[in-house]
């Protein structure tokens, strides 16, 4: 796939809206197809020589994807007339978005990060009011884990006794 500079793709421009030759044919010249130079043409149109500098990624809201769907279907555009009236970079995001809102309504629309989880920070659990039953639960899980501690202590040092004993 050859890239285009923005001069490459302007010239192409100047000569179809110059008249007497296609798409079809500057394609060929370039070594392009026709439907490439037409994309330019339209972006052209639509929205200036602003978007023929316009980089490959974009994020976009959801609210502007939502605006988006909403013009296609009510002017009933295709998606990449839509693309180039919106000046989004590539048609066939415009399809995706509306499989999503389609499938799975506005929320599928949303930005989702992409990438491991950042690892959250433990905090600290807030202190329950005395006499609540968080408070109260608390206390007792406490009471608990030193009876069981203390049953064990217990058990260690009647075993060492016993074994001092067969020593003797």
């Known amino acids: 796939m050859v890239k285009f500079t ?3 793709k302007l010239a192409a421009i100047q000569r179809y809206l110059k008249g007497g030759e296609s798409y079809l044919s500057i394609g060929e010249s370039i070594g392009t197809s026709d ?3 037409r994309n330019w043409v339209m972006l052209y149109e639509h929205n200036g020589v602003e978007a023929l500098f316009k980089k490959s990624y974009a994020s976009y809201s959801s609210q502007f994807k939502l605006d988006v769907l909403n013009y296609m279907n009510n002017h ?4 990449n007339e839509t693309a180039m009236i919106f000046n989004i970079t590539s048609p066939a995001l415009i399809r995706k978005w509306r499989i999503q809102f389609e499938s799975q309504g506005i929320d599928a629309l949303e930005s989702k990060k992409e990438g491991r989880p950042a690892m959250k920070k433990e905090t600290k659990k807030s202190t329950p009011v005395e006499g609540s039953v968080e ?3 608390a206390e007792l899980e406490r009471l608990r884990m030193e009876n069981a501690y203390l049953k064990k202590l217990n058990a260690l040092v009647q075993s060492k006794e016993k074994l001092q004993s067969k020593t003797k």
Do not use: W
């Open 76 to 79: 009933g555009t295709s998606p």
């Open 35 to 37: 439907s490439v130079v």
């Open 6 to 8: 923005e001069e490459d």
């Open 135 to 137: 408070a109260l639960q």
